[in-house]
């Protein structure tokens, strides 16, 4: 059996633009060019590499619910808290505490937050 590695995710938006804006603004994710297609789907790198595709779909109804998520992992979750606190983004724990840090039973802390198009972004110290 081959191995395998994380390459990218790929998520349907409203509005690509203000997608950008807030990937750049919230996860200083630094776009980059699209390069499988001239499509107006737009790339965004991590900082290893791995990428966010944010792919056009302005008449598309986007369904989503929190077990729906992706998570990053920090080693400075009180920054992370900081930073969503000081651009007035809530957060919250998984049962659903606004502004609360979850601490898992294995003692990891972790906080979900939604895009623009309400995609839930989990935030993690499991590194």
Known sequence: MPTFTFNHIA???QD?????????KVLQLKEIENTASDSE?????FNDGRQLHLIPRPNDEIK????IHFALATSDMNAVVKRLKDLKI?????PGTVNKVYIRKDGIQQIYFQDP???WIEINNDI
């Open 117 to 119: 198009n309400g995609y």
């Open 11 to 13: 998520i349907s938006v």
């Open 41 to 45: 789907t737009r790339w965004l790198s």
């Open 16 to 24: 690509v633009q203000e997608s950008i804006n807030f990937y750049q």
């Open 64 to 67: 989503i619910n929190k077990a």
């Open 90 to 94: 809530d957060f919250y724990d998984w």
